[in-house]
């Protein structure tokens, strides 16, 4: 059975403080692992793809990593606007169309 | 418009009514899901549709019947639900259900059953 498992639940950081969120998974055959931002009363909202272990990808203040079992997005210098929930996803391969998302991690980054 | 747009964002009805959410998106994408998101638990998929036609159903009681008229169109038909239906139902595309493409949600409808 595929699982996510996400860490920390919940973040307080103070505004340049940076800071990892964990994303651990086990999944036959990753297809590719997914990153969202979900802030109160919205949908999540993309953030990154990543395929395969070793692949890095960045936006602003966010950079996501991929090993064989886990990924990270680092925060930089975060900022009060960086506040949401991040969600983690990973879909398998064999021809299944049922992603696997985490719980998330509730980040607050105070001024 | 662009994206993903759910309507209505909130709905409030009892466990005997009948009622529909809609979603509709301006993507262009051929693959479009529903989920369930309840509090403290992970996003749990619900339905697939690629190409108009249904290609997942996870495991979800028959009280709640999805329909995709075109691929730019979803529906959920609710009826005789359960207190414990009550949660945000989020929308999605991808540009496949391939799985390599990410999704793209909409804001979600509130769902509250009396």
């Known amino acids: 059975e595929d699982q996510v498992t996400q860490s920390p639940e919940a973040l307080r950081l103070q505004e340049g403080e940076s800071s990892s969120l964990n994303c651990s998974y086990t999944v036959s055959g990753l297809r590719g692992l997914f990153w969202y931002r979900q802030d109160p009363g919205k949908g999540p909202e993309f953030l990154f793809t990543l395929y395969s272990a070793g692949e890095e990808k960045e936006k602003e203040r966010l950079k996501a990593t991929l090993t064989k079992k886990e990924s990270f997005l680092h925060i930089t210098a975060p900022k009060p606007e960086d506040s949401a929930t991040y969600l983690c996803a990973v879909q398998a391969g064999g021809g299944s169309y049922i992603p696997t998302f985490g719980r998330g991690t509730s980040l607050i980054v105070h001024p | 418009e662009t994206g993903v747009t759910q309507t209505p964002r909130h709905l409030v009805m009892g466990m005997t009514n009948k009622k529909s959410l809609k979603c509709e998106q301006h993507?262009?994408?051929?693959?479009m899901y529903w989920y369930k998101q309840s509090a403290k638990k992970p996003l749990e998929l619900m339905f697939v549709?690629?190409?108009?036609?249904?290609?997942e159903n996870n495991s979800v009681p028959s009280r709640f019947s999805p329909e995709c008229p075109n691929s730019s169109h979803l529906f959920l038909h609710l009826h005789t639900l359960q207190p414990e239906d009550s949660a945000l139902y989020l929308c999605?595309?991808?540009?496949?259900?391939?799985?390599?493409?990410?999704?793209?949600f909409g804001d979600g409808t509130r769902l509250s059953i009396l």
């Open positions: 999605a595309s991808s540009q496949d259900s391939d799985g390599n493409q990410p999704q793209h």
């Open positions: 549709y690629s190409l108009e036609e249904r290609v």
């Open positions: 993507l262009g994408h051929n693959a």
